[in-house]
């Protein structure tokens, strides 16, 4: 026997780029799921079919083969971070490793749902467990947070991977315990596709760069978004639509000074575009994560709105797929025994 494990993909509501700076932030779980499965086998083996990736040979301990390209050591990154996080005290056998993040494109556009965070989590559980770890989601949070900042250079605030593994709505804050909270009953959401996609680490670097030539205008920006979002905490924490909604309007104004001022491109032409379309009928737009061509958000406070919102969107030409937001957190299924 082995063992696949599954993690959700995440949208952030609100704390995007202050959540680097201890701001909290508000992610909800999305139902897109990353299915890891670990089987024994002879030698070690990976296969993950959206990165173009069957049944690829690997080097004797797990790590990339020896003639590997950079693009390749690209692809491997998340996985050769996490083998090598999880294996630091102990050894695994060879092992047969696929990697599905199908659900996380539409076509061959890869939505912004934290994929390589997804896979993170749910790889490292499935190691854990075929180590006979005990299950500790703590743990598994703060080995797939390391794992998940080596493979992107350090960087991350861990939001993404807090989110893939506990599930649901969360409020998260660096470096302290994780906060479930409850989706407010009567608000609607819906995510937007965009655009083409974005580069979250060029988009996060050029934000870095605003603070190294103009720290205060850096500074001021972080702490607008810092109190917006927790306006933001509290109007979950107390079920108040109605501030939440101006709480992700004010967001989405915060951001587009923020891009600005970085030359970062964070909310859009084609954003702003969806934020008046929408304006109309009682819903809000904002961007979500890093912004650029990722997933956008739609917050309503009734299903009519919501529906009125999406047909604006939809009349834009953009794609509103069905999701639901608040999914389980990192599940297992087919556990083997312990190999240690």
Avoid at 172 to 196: C, E, K, S, Y
Avoid at 309 to 319: N, Q
Wanted: proline share 5%; glycine share 10%; hydrophobic share 45%.
């Amino acid at each position: 026997m082995g063992v696949t494990a599954t993690a959700p993909g995440k949208l952030f509501l609100l704390g995007e780029y202050a959540v680097l700076h201890g701001a909290p932030a508000l992610l909800a779980a999305m139902d897109a799921r990353c299915r890891v499965s670990l089987a024994p086998a002879g030698t070690w083996r990976l296969t993950a079919r959206p990165l173009g990736l069957a049944d690829l040979a690997l080097a004797d301990d797990g790590g990339p083969p020896k003639n590997a390209t950079d693009d390749l050591r690209r692809a491997l990154a998340v996985f050769d971070a996490v083998r090598r996080t999880v294996t630091h005290d102990h050894e695994l056998p060879p092992l047969s490793v696929t990697i599905d993040t199908r659900a996380f494109f539409r076509g061959d556009h890869k939505l912004g749902l934290g994929a390589s965070a997804a896979v993170a989590v749910a790889l490292t559980t499935a190691m854990h467990h075929l180590l006979g770890y005990p299950e500790d989601k703590a743990a598994i949070a703060d080995a797939a947070t390391r794992a998940h900042r080596m493979a992107q250079g350090g960087e991350g605030s861990g939001a993404d991977i807090a989110t893939a593994v506990y599930g649901g709505i969360v409020e998260f804050v660096a470096g302290q315990p994780v906060q479930p909270r409850n989706w407010p009953a009567g608000l609607h959401a819906r995510p937007v596709i965009t655009g083409d996609g974005a580069d979250t680490r060029e988009l996060v670097a050029a934000v870095r760069h605003l603070a190294v030539i103009d720290p205060a205008g850096h500074d001021t920006a972080m702490s607008r978004l810092a109190d917006i979002a927790d306006r933001g905490r509290t109007a979950i924490v107390r079920s108040d639509i109605p501030a939440l909604l101006d709480a992700c309007r004010a967001s989405l104004d915060a951001l587009t000074t923020l891009g600005t001022a970085a030359g970062a491109g964070i909310v859009t032409v084609r954003h702003r575009a969806l934020a008046d379309a929408v304006a109309g009928t009682g819903a809000v737009f904002k961007t979500t994560g890093a912004g650029g061509g990722d997933l956008g958000l739609i917050l309503a406070p009734s299903r009519a709105a919501l529906d009125a919102a999406t047909r604006a969107a939809e009349s834009l030409g953009h794609v509103c797929p069905a999701m639901a937001f608040g999914a389980p957190g990192v599940a297992v299924t087919d556990v083997s025994e312990a190999v240690r």
